[in-house]
């Protein structure tokens, strides 16, 4: 018997002439038992590729069981039997013995339904192709990209390709993305920009969400549970022209995009009203500017205590000029005496600025300049407080 020779039963039986079982378990026929004491003159064990693994005379029942062990571990498999050992198979259950795979994705023409070479291509989200067999990329991609994004599908052949700005992320920035590929926009000039400001106020009837950037806003998304937020709410939102709103419900969850289908009106501050929200209403937030880039943000909630304003009391009337660069001008009336405080914050909410810190002012107009100086270029808030009673403005410090 030769080691690393391979064996079939067939070619066993034809090479040493046998008609009849030598080595066997307690069928009555054999030559030689198995697992029999003393007297079996030699032991073979043969792995599964017909190879001899194990070959030693006398009886040795730990080393024959795992000589078989090894043979087991080591099997190697061609479980569609096409010639082509599973561990190198592009295709492992269907047979395909050429091993074609036109999109050079390492899964077999034979399994694969989604042709990236061809079909399912940069934009063809939903695998459409004309009478000579080319893609056709439209509005329907992007309805199809919403789906895909909604019910979190990560199967389809469309999900594969549904990470348009290769972000590694697939959210509501690639859906932008796809809306300015159809228009022809153009990537690779977008504006610099600071972070987002995700405001909650819940000052008056209602719920205000005010979402805004230095660059312009395109669209964002969010999860929320059906106990924060309602299927009315979203129906109801009043949305910029050419916005629309889809949204999912599951397992008392919402998954909400909401964003510019136009491609043509983005926002610098996008207002919503909610019957009833809080910061935590607003999960997974995503927002996306209008060259289709993903925007850092930061949520402030305006609680009641803090934004209730009497005009009558005092108005800050006008920020000026803004954007500004450095120095902002701080323009605001005083109808009743009292101390009064001026703060300035970066959109972080740390404070940058102290025009007044509990001056006493009398009443009239009044007239403050703050210098940015070495701040970066962001979005700043100008907060006047006086007897117990805030306003807080916006500005915009562009270098």
């Keep these: 018997m030769d080691w690393g020779q391979p064996y079939s039963c067939e070619s066993w039986a034809t090479t040493f002439g046998q008609t009849f079982p030598v080595l066997d378990d307690n069928t009555g026929s054999e030559i030689f038992n198995l697992f029999g004491q003393g007297y079996i003159p030699h032991n073979v064990v043969i792995g599964g590729d017909g190879t001899v693994i194990y070959s030693q005379s006398g009886h040795n029942l730990a080393a024959i069981l795992a000589a078989i062990q090894e043979g087991m571990d080591n099997l190697v498999l061609d479980v569609d039997e096409d010639g082509v050992l599973d561990s190198d198979d592009n295709c492992i259950d269907i047979a395909n013995p050429n091993q074609a795979d ?26 459409t192709i004309d009478q000579e067999g080319l893609a056709i990329v439209d509005i329907f991609d992007v309805m199809e990209l919403v789906d895909i994004l909604l019910s979190d599908d ?3 052949c469309g999900s594969e390709i549904a990470d348009m700005n290769s972000d590694g992320n697939q959210n509501v920035v690639d859906i932008i993305f796809l809306v300015q590929m ?36 395109s669209g964002f998304q969010f999860n929320a549970s059906l106990d924060e937020l309602s299927e009315n709410d979203l129906s109801s939102l009043i949305l910029p022209e050419g916005w629309v709103v889809e949204y999912v419900a599951n397992n008392q969850k919402l998954n909400v995009l909401i964003f510019d289908m136009s491609g043509q009106n983005s926002v610098e501050t996008l207002d919503l009203k909610f019957s009833s929200a809080s910061s935590n209403s607003f999960e997974n937030i995503v927002l996306a500017s209008g060259s289709a880039e993903q925007i850092e943000y930061t949520v402030m909630e305006k609680a009641n205590e803090q934004i209730e304003i009497s005009p009558d009391d005092y108005q800050l009337y006008s920020l000026y000029p ?5 120095s902002l001008n701080i323009y605001f009336s005083i109808t009743t005496p009292g101390k009064t405080d001026i703060t300035i914050f970066n959109s972080n909410g740390q404070e940058v600025g102290n025009i007044l810190r509990n001056e006493y002012l009398q009443r009239g107009n009044y007239n403050f300049s703050w210098d940015a100086g070495n701040n970066p270029s962001g979005l700043y808030f100008v907060k006047l407080e006086s007897q117990n009673l805030v306003q807080i403005e916006k500005a915009l410090f562009l270098k």
């Design 102 to 127: 036109i999109d050079f994705d390492g899964t077999g023409d034979a399994c694969d339904p989604c042709d990236n070479q061809n079909v399912y291509t940069f934009g063809n989200v939903n695998g």
């Design 154 to 156: 990560q199967e389809s």
């Design 182 to 217: 159809l228009l022809g926009g153009d990537f690779e000039n977008s504006l610099s920009y600071g972070p987002g400001l995700f405001e909650i106020d819940d000052s008056g009837v209602g719920t205000k969400v005010s979402i805004s950037n230095d660059s312009k806003i």
């Design 322 to 326: 803004n954007p500004f660069n450095p």
